[in-house]
């Protein structure tokens, strides 16, 4: 079926986002809602009853959605991608940045591979077109007695909206439909990303991280570039290198010095 007979059906529901959807976990419990306040609020509320890993929650629309740094997503009624995935890891809490590098790099692959535009992902869990942001992550855990419950990744994915009509975001956003200068199926992409997560998040269980972070790399929009961190007031310039087993950039300073910059909280410019 080619962009245009899936555009036909570009309706969210349980139905047709299962219909053909090759996963054996991800996905296949879905919880659509028209509306909501935030796909990750509905999802953590899901995964303190015990909601299983895999489980879905997608919406057309957020009333609060969330972003970054306390930040808001915006994003207008049926036109983009909004939905949050409930895992269930065995790993360590500061293990969990995995999850959402695993994400990030499904998101570009899928859009790379169902697009053809050139998706590169900024570190720590943006993924970018020609130098603007069209997908953002929002990883949340559920913590109890010191032991990791549950992990949320909310994801927003720009594909058929106009960011140029919102002034806060017109100069850094863009979507799928500008870039291709046409609509296209949300359905299909997320099933490819569903598709993609699950496959990684597989190599990742196998232990293979290293595998992972190889993808990741060909991927990034900032390695060997120069760019400037800054985190809780304090700001490093260097060159970008990987990122470390803990999450951690590795940015190498104008001394040729190595240095370890923890994601939380950080705002990240090429310069
Ligand atoms: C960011 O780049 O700041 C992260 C944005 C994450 C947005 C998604 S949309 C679905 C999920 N629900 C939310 O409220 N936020 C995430």
Redesign the pocket.
Known sequence: MNNQQLLANDNLSVKTIKEGLKTVCFGQEVKYLASTE????TAKKIAQRGGNEGALVITDY?A??????E?R?W?PPGENL???LIFRPLFEINQTFRLTVLSSLAVAEAIRRETGLEALIKWP??VYIKGK?VS???SELGVKDEQLQYVIV???INVNSDPSIDHEIRDVATSISVELRQSFSRLKLLQVVLELIEYYYHVLKEGNFISIRKHWDALSLIKGKKVKVVSRGNIQEGIAESFDEDGFLILRDYFGKRRRVISADVSLSVV
């Open positions: 935030s796909t990750n609020l957020q609060q959605g969330r972003g970054r740094l930040r997503w994003s909004l939905f949050s869990n943006d942001k953002g992550i929002l909310g994801i927003g």
